[in-house]
């Protein structure tokens, strides 16, 4: 069932997208449990502190595939499947909450740091940025949190 057609009004994607967004407004040292919705994002002593919890969405139409955007926000790139786009095309599928209004989330497409290690940032930002109804999706993957400069 895709969120659009709840009877109870409640999304309960937006609600994990807005506990994201919370926690990364307020990004803490201490790690908890190993879910979307753990209250601290992650980070240690050999880490930078972690600003972002990358995510991965799933449309309630994409069949599986995880939904991806253009990197550049001039682009007009298509990016309808990313296990078919060759690496060097301009979509990734990684995401960070900017902002959440109702059951509205704009999100900033992320790249991958090409050379970095483990506790490295891993991802970087771009100016990439989508707003998207959140009835729309029906599932959040949660990638490791991570530092993301420039955010």
Not at 88 to 113: H, M, Q, W, Y
């Amino acid at each position: 069932m895709c969120n659009n057609e709840r009877r109870d009004g409640e999304n309960c994607i937006a609600e994990i997208i807005n506990v994201i967004n919370v926690l990364q407004q307020n990004a803490c040292p201490n790690n908890c449990t190993d879910t979307c919705d753990r209250p601290t994002l992650g980070g240690g002593p050999s880490c930078l502190i972690c600003n972002t919890r990358p995510i991965q969405l799933f449309t309630c139409c994409g069949n599986g595939v995880p939904f991806s955007m253009p990197v550049c926000k001039d682009d007009v790139e298509v990016c309808s499947n990313p296990e078919e786009l060759n690496p060097s095309r301009d979509c990734s599928s990684v995401f960070r909450v900017e902002k959440l209004e109702g059951n509205c989330a704009t999100f900033r497409v992320l790249i991958p740091n090409k050379g970095h290690d483990e506790c490295n940032m891993p991802w970087l930002a771009t100016n990439s940025f989508f707003t998207m109804d959140l009835n729309c999706v029906c599932a959040v993957r949660c990638l490791n949190d991570t530092f993301v400069e420039c955010v």
